[in-house]
């Protein structure tokens, strides 16, 4: 039941509950007392008046003789009557079983006698009035009356003392629903600001404030997440800072050994001469690489990246930029296939970054394969897809859910020799999705990799 359902029974329930408590106590009271004993004692008078009435008329000739007609009814007064009187039209007594009130008036019969508890009994013979028969009973019926009196006092005790019942009795159900949320939101607010994470939300019940303190509590496992992604990325982030210092200095420390030697004259010979030349060029693109990469993460992650895209066909695109990695890789002893003619449609890219993209996922295959790299596109429904398959080592499925996260490395998993950033792969998934597209992987240990890049045409 919500906090709305919950104050509105409340209201209601002090509103009815009184009225239906009093009802109910006035049908048991009826039915129990006035509807019973008293009822019932009431009609047998009633009924005993009338048999009286009758046998007075039979000698109403013969009450003046006070005496006689005494003993004529002292019989049926027996357990009934305690006093019966005959008043004549003008309301004079002119008969009274005590003989105290004989010729006075009917006024002066005492209240406690006259008010509530007699029954009487108009007197005709030959249809002409005569008197009224006044009859006593022998019970007190002044005290059931009185209860009638104070009937509506211990009606209304009854309803104010349902009243404070009912409020102690609301006021739990409230405090429960209310009140205990409340505290353990307070309790959860303290233990948070505290820097403590490590509890749970007991409050359950299907309420707002339930649906509050779940969603409380979803918070907290989220915030709880998310400090333990930022630890592990800012020690990611030191361990980065490690990996690209190691990272710069080796090529660096390798083009500087090698251009000595060439400022020294140790190179004589022309193949010499292009083998150091062409290891400058490599160790340099590998910087190249390593430092485009850190500016594209840089940029990111300050929000300030962006790309270019202009428009053109994916042909071209692609002769572009595969035609220079069949020329640098014509010598590798990897076989490095790129299969044509490329698919022709419009894309609207970033040239640039879409060949990173490739330089990337190329160097990545690079690290791992066996013998051959293979490259082929194919156009979808409405988009470009391009293949970048290898024949490697293959990847665990437990790492495939992680590859494109940033820092990330499957080489630690399987304790390989080939090192890097672990920005590679992430860097490729956030420029596929500025151009609206997509990347995928399919990968099975010992079996390659293939890489599956999603261009949507324009």
């Not at 500087?256 to 062409?278: A, F, I, N, S």
């Not at 910087?287 to 300050?302: A, Y």
């Not at 002769?319 to 299969?339: G, N, P």
Request: charged share 30%.
């Amino acid at each position: 039941m919500g906090i709305r359902a919950k104050i509105i029974f409340s209201f209601l329930s002090l509103l009815i509950a009184p009225f239906m408590v009093v009802f109910l106590a006035l049908l048991i009271m009826n039915s129990n007392a006035f509807g019973g004993p008293i009822q019932d004692k009431l009609q047998d008078l009633s009924d005993h008046s009338e048999v009286v009435a009758e046998e007075f008329k039979r000698n109403f000739d013969n009450f003046e003789q006070a005496n006689e007609l005494d003993l004529i009814l002292a019989p049926l007064m027996k357990d009934k009557f305690r006093r019966v009187l005959y008043a004549d039209p003008d309301r004079i007594i002119h008969y009274d079983s005590s003989g105290l009130l004989i010729e006075k008036s009917l006024s002066e019969l005492s209240s406690t006698d006259a008010d509530f508890d007699t029954f009487d009994v108009d007197i005709y013979i030959d249809d002409i009035y005569k008197g009224t028969l006044i009859m006593i009973p022998d019970i007190d019926l002044a005290k059931a009356f009185n209860l009638l009196l104070l009937l509506p006092v211990i009606m209304i005790i009854l309803f104010i003392l349902t009243i404070i019942a009912l409020i102690f009795i609301l006021s739990k159900i409230l405090a429960d629903g209310i009140i205990k949320p409340l505290r353990e939101l307070n309790y959860a607010a303290e233990r948070i600001a505290a820097g403590d994470l490590e509890f749970e939300m007991s409050y359950d019940k299907e309420d707002e404030f339930g649906k509050l303190c779940q969603e409380f509590d979803h918070m907290r496992l989220k915030l709880k997440d998310s400090l333990t992604k930022q630890v592990q990325y800012e020690k990611s982030r030191r361990q980065l800072i490690a990996s690209i210092s190691h990272d710069l200095k080796t090529p660096l420390t390798s083009i500087k050994g090698y251009v000595e030697g060439l400022q020294d004259g140790l190179v004589t010979d022309e193949d010499t001469y292009q083998r150091y030349l062409r290891v400058i060029w490599d160790k340099s693109n590998r910087l190249n690489h390593l430092i485009d990469d850190l500016f594209i993460f840089s940029k990111m992650e300050l929000g300030e990246f962006k790309i270019e895209p202009v428009r053109l066909d994916s042909d071209m695109l692609l002769e572009e930029l595969l035609s220079t990695r069949e020329m640098e890789l014509k010598d590798h002893d990897v076989d490095f296939i790129v299969q044509r003619p490329f698919p022709r449609i419009t894309l609207f890219v970033d040239v640039h970054r879409i060949g990173q993209v490739l330089d990337n996922l190329i160097d990545n295959a690079l690290k791992f394969t066996q013998s051959r790299i293979e490259v082929h596109a194919e156009v979808l429904e409405s988009s470009l897809a391009i293949y970048i398959t290898d024949d490697g080592l293959g990847m665990d499925s437990d790492d495939l859910p992680y590859i494109f996260d940033h820092f990330y490395k499957i080489d630690k998993v399987r304790n390989t020799k080939s090192k890097g950033t672990g920005l590679g792969l992430a860097i490729c998934k956030e420029l596929v999705e500025a151009h609206d597209g997509s990347i995928h992987v399919k990968s099975r240990e010992g079996k390659g990799t293939t890489f599956k890049i999603v261009l949507p045409t324009k």
